[in-house]
């Protein structure tokens, strides 16, 4: 059964502030493909370009399953060495998993193609900003903030992390400096956001399908690291009680956000559904997480794909998207982007 992906790689670890939850991710898939009969290696991904390769070349696989949250992993650097390497791999390509992975250059493109995103101002690491061309001062930020009107609050958080990791929800502006110092640590930018009040939702796309959608209700004031992985106050319903009208509007917007990025395969798109009735995308997720907790999986559950076929499925997509592409080179109609050096 295990023959049609040949030797599939679990490439896990990493050395990202993400690394326990991409182990926890890997060794899930590891169990379930295995339980399939598919021929599979753990590889504990050293963070290196000369180190990936040789890891790469040494297990001799013929696919490899993406389960490296956060840098290296979730940036676009394992999918661009995978591409030289000629070697398939699940999940979204370079160019969409860097874009998605950075929460600035994703909230531009929605707002390019009409998708509705919670407003922000973007602070670089000498705590100026940027919104399209004009610049601000940290000292200019209340007077900005003023100008949103009356809001619930603002959402603090660093470009480029995932799992919530340095994130701060305050009300007050006068906390806004300590919650900028904070998400200062994990990243030279930060953004910060308007909090929209509403329901936190999740939905799942597969084989460019969205699934049901999941309703999360955080054991904490947020739907923080602690309440993604550990808090078991945290609740999810499965599907999400919406109506039938309301589940096609936010399944839609989803799938909007899925393909503005041009992902491919699987993401796992993150959401506030307004009390005016409107869907707020927070953020494209390239390599959501596949813990015991992790939410694409659950979603599959609930459309009747148990967890080893939603595994067997992403290495599905993963051969079809590299023939295709392979076809495309072969044509002359696709040329990859520049070697890492």
């Known amino acids: 059964m295990g023959s049609e992906f040949g030797r599939v790689g679990i490439l896990m670890g990493g050395s990202s502030s993400e690394r326990a939850i991409s182990l926890r991710s890997g060794m899930a898939a590891y169990h379930a493909l295995t339980s399939l009969g598919i021929d599979c290696v753990s590889i504990d991904v050293v963070p290196d370009h000369a180190g990936f390769r040789k890891q790469i070349a040494l297990a001799h696989i013929d696919v490899a399953f993406i389960a490296l949250h956060g840098a290296f ?11 030289q390497m000629h070697i398939p791999y699940t999940g979204s390509g370079a160019a969409a998993s860097r874009c998605a992975i950075d929460k600035v250059a994703s909230k ?16 670089n690491c000498e705590l100026e900003s940027t919104t399209g061309l004009e610049r601000y001062t940290l000292g200019d930020i209340p007077g900005l903030l003023r100008g949103w009107g009356d809001v619930s609050g603002y959402v603090i958080k660093p470009a480029c992390q995932g799992s919530s990791i340095g994130v701060t929800m305050v009300r007050e502006m006068t906390r806004i400096p300590e919650a900028i110092e904070k998400a200062l640590a994990f990243g030279d930018r930060i953004v910060i956001e308007e909090m929209i009040s509403g329901r936190e939702l999740t939905v799942g796309i597969l084989e460019e399908s969205a699934l049901p959608v999941i309703e999360v209700i955080p054991g904490s004031e947020f739907y923080d690291y602690d309440a993604k992985y550990s808090n078991r106050q945290t609740q999810y319903r499965v599907p999400a009680p919406l109506t039938p009208e309301e589940g096609r509007l936010i399944q839609g917007e989803a799938l909007k956000a899925h393909r503005a990025l041009q992902c491919c395969g699987f993401s796992r798109v993150d959401l506030i559904y307004s009390l005016s009735g409107v869907p707020y995308i927070l953020e494209v997720n390239t390599i959501p997480g596949l813990t015991d907790r992790s939410l694409l999986p659950r979603a599959a559950e609930a459309q009747g794909v148990p967890f080893p076929e939603l595994c067997r499925r992403m290495l599905h997509a993963a051969l079809r998207r590299h023939h295709t592409l392979t076809r495309l080179v072969a044509g002359g109609r696709l040329v990859f982007e520049s070697p890492l050096s």
């Open 73 to 83: 992993g979730e940036d676009g650097t394992a999918q661009t060495l995978l591409d």
């Open 108 to 123: 531009y493109l929605f707002e390019e193609q009409g998708i509705v995103t919670p407003r922000a101002v973007v602070f």
